[in-house]
T-cell receptor
Framework: GAVVSQHPSWVICKSGTSVKIECRSLDFQATTMFWYRQFPKQSLMLMAT?????????EQGVEKDKFLINHASLTLSTLTVTSAHPEDSSFYIC???????????FGPGTRLTVT | GQNIDQPTEMTATEGAIVQINCTYQ??????LFWYQQHAGEAPTFLSY??LDGLEEKGRFSSFLSRSKGYSYLLLKELQMKDSASYLCAVTDSNYQLIWGAGTKLIIKP
């Protein structure tokens, strides 16, 4: 149980375009979802935390107008990278946590390359 | 501020034992996690400690001392596939997960 999927697993896009990444909890209700970014050889960096039905809370230094997060249901959250630039190329990972649960369950990640 | 420290890199020999330490200073404490992350993949859960003491799970064990703000992950009978980064993370009083930078473990034959 506690499976989280991400789609797509990898994506290449041109500079200036927008990319949407989906994160789904397949067998549980995710009241809270987290979006992380990880650059090569660096640790996870939390970008934002979202609770179902409410606005996401962004970490300091993360542009909320550039990284749009929608957590519209208990099983789906989306991250849209708007007007992507090459420096946005990274490994984006989501995780999900159920009500009263202590553990975050991670998706497999999405590798974004902006050319 | 909140801080988690763990060694950047460690090297061990196949078949041996290695201990990866983690010290933390956080606003509140609601549990400590260890995750394993292979290059290019998402983290996978290894262990969770919320009370003092040792939790054993197969070849992996995790220890916690809340009074010392200290944990370690012990890996026995090391295998080449154990080469990965090991991430220590602490849940603070707001149930936010504070991440360490990770320890890259290199296993040599």
């Amino acid at each position: 149980g506690a499976v989280v999927s991400q789609h797509p697993s990898w994506v290449i896009c041109k500079s200036g375009t927008s990319v949407k990444i989906e994160c789904r909890s397949l067998d549980f209700q995710a009241t809270t979802m987290f979006w992380y970014r990880q650059f090569p050889k660096q640790s996870l960096m939390l970008m934002a935390t979202s609770n179902e039905g409410s606005k996401a809370t962004y970490e300091q230094g993360v542009e909320k107008d550039k990284f749009l997060i929608n957590h519209a249901s208990l099983t789906l959250s989306t991250l849209t990278v708007t007007s992507a630039h090459p420096e946005d190329s990274s490994f984006y990972i989501c995780s999900a946590r159920g009500q009263g649960d202590y553990e975050q369950y991670f998706g497999p990640g999405t590798r974004l390359t902006v050319t | 501020g909140q801080n988690i420290d763990q060694p950047t890199e460690m090297t061990a020999t196949e078949g041996a034992i290695v201990q990866i330490n983690c010290t933390y200073q956080t606003s509140g404490f609601n549990g400590l996690f260890w995750y394993q992350q292979h290059a290019g993949e998402a983290p996978t859960f290894l262990s969770y400690n919320v009370l003092d003491g040792l939790e054993e799970k197969g070849r992996f064990s995790s220890f916690l001392s809340r009074s010392k703000g200290y944990s370690y992950l012990l890996l026995k009978e090391l295998q080449m596939k154990d080469s990965a980064s090991y991430l220590c993370a602490v849940t603070d009083s707001n149930y936010q997960l504070i991440w360490g930078a990770g320890t890259k473990l290199i296993i040599k034959p």
